[in-house]
């Protein structure tokens, strides 16, 4: 009964958020897991938006406690620090499994610590949506296509990775945390969603992220699309919209500095080349698609970047 999701039951059953006609909802209790980092905090804002109760499970590792301090107290939110490694005993109906540093310079600080987060973290967190029967998102990326060899890239491609390169505690680690994901559906029936998430960019990234922009954070409506929707996954998340790294560099140049100088260095190891999301899959089946264009989307980060590095033009002037 403690999952009961809705005012009235129907019979067939009324878990994890599906809204039969004329049924009120009512809030879900949902973790989000990584809830402090950039894309787990506006999915929090979300949800509480819509009347949910969240718990954030969060090491702190990349997030941060400011991408979620204007939600405090609010009795429907709660914040644990803890490490996803580690068991944790909660009752809920939808885990959104986020935790993971995702930018290359944090995975690769501690590698163990990326391959325990995806493969342990991942386990312990389908341990417990298999206890407590939750549905079960997992957030993985485009990197499970490795350095793609079809382009572009459907979700039915079985990817180009290097098992034992630097950038592998990562994309080895979230292929794992995708079998574990599948093998706990095939064997424990648990509901579980898969997303690959396409490099986002938006407010609250990390200063210090280093990735290349391309799609904005409203990545978060297609998460929760799939979570409410009826299909499994896997789900390409991303702006399909291609450029090269130098048409890239000339809208920074246009939109911080037209005088920013722009310099040529080498590659980091097993990057991949080229890369472009087709997401026919997730029109089709989940009503999604990007909506911000590159030229839209970077001011608005940019200030947020502005704001953190300089404050706020207020504080400035005082
Ligand atoms: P982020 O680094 O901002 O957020 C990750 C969050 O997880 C942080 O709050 C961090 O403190 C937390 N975390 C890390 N290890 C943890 C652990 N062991 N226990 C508990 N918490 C832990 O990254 P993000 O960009 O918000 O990415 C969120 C998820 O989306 C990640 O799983 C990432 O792999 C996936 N993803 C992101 C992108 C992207 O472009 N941002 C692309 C593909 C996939
Ligand atoms: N787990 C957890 N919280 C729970 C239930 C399980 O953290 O509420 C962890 C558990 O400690 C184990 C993992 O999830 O490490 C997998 O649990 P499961 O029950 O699927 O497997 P088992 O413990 O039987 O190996």
Known sequence: AGRMAFEEAGAGGVRHGR?????????????????AGFVGSHLVDRLLARGDSVIVVD????????????????????MIRHDVVEPILLEVDQIYHLACPASPVHYKF??????????????????????????????????????????PQVETYWGNVNPIGVRSCYDEGKRT??????????????????????????P???????????????????????MEGDHVGPFNLGNPGEFTMLEL???????????????????????????????????????WEPKVALRNGLP???????????????????
């Not at 609250?204 to 799939?226: H, T």
Request: glycine content about 8%; charged content about 25%; proline content about 4%.
């Open 249 to 287: 560099a000339k809208v920074v140049q246009d939109t911080i500095d037209p005088n920013a100088r722009i310099e040529f260095r080498a590659n980091t190891a097993d990057d991949p080349h080229k890369r472009k999301p087709d997401i026919t899959k997730a029109k089709e089946l989940l009503g």
């Open 300 to 318: 608005l980060m940019v200030q947020d970047f502005r704001t953190r590095i300089f404050g706020d033009q207020k504080q400035q002037q005082q």
């Open 19 to 35: 809204v039969p006609l004329g049924l009120k909802r009512k809030g879900l209790r949902v973790v989000v897991t990584g809830g």
């Open 177 to 202: 945390a995708e079998t574990l994901t599948m093998d706990y559906h095939r064997g424990a029936n648990l509901e579980v969603r898969i997303a690959r998430i396409f490099n986002t960019y938006g």
């Open 110 to 151: 501690n590698p163990v610590k990326t391959i325990k987060t995806n493969v342990v973290g991942t386990l312990n967190m389908l341990g417990l949506a298999k206890r407590v029967g939750a549905r079960f998102l997992l957030t993985s990326t485009s990197e499970v296509y490795g350095d793609p060899l079809q382009h």
């Open 204 to 226: 609250r990234m990390c200063i210090d992220d280093g990735r290349v922009v391309s799609n904005f954070v409203a990545q978060v409506e297609g998460l929760m699309k799939l």
């Open 59 to 78: 090491n702190f590792f990349t997030g941060r406690k400011e991408n979620v301090a204007h939600h405090a107290g609010n009795p429907n939110f709660e």
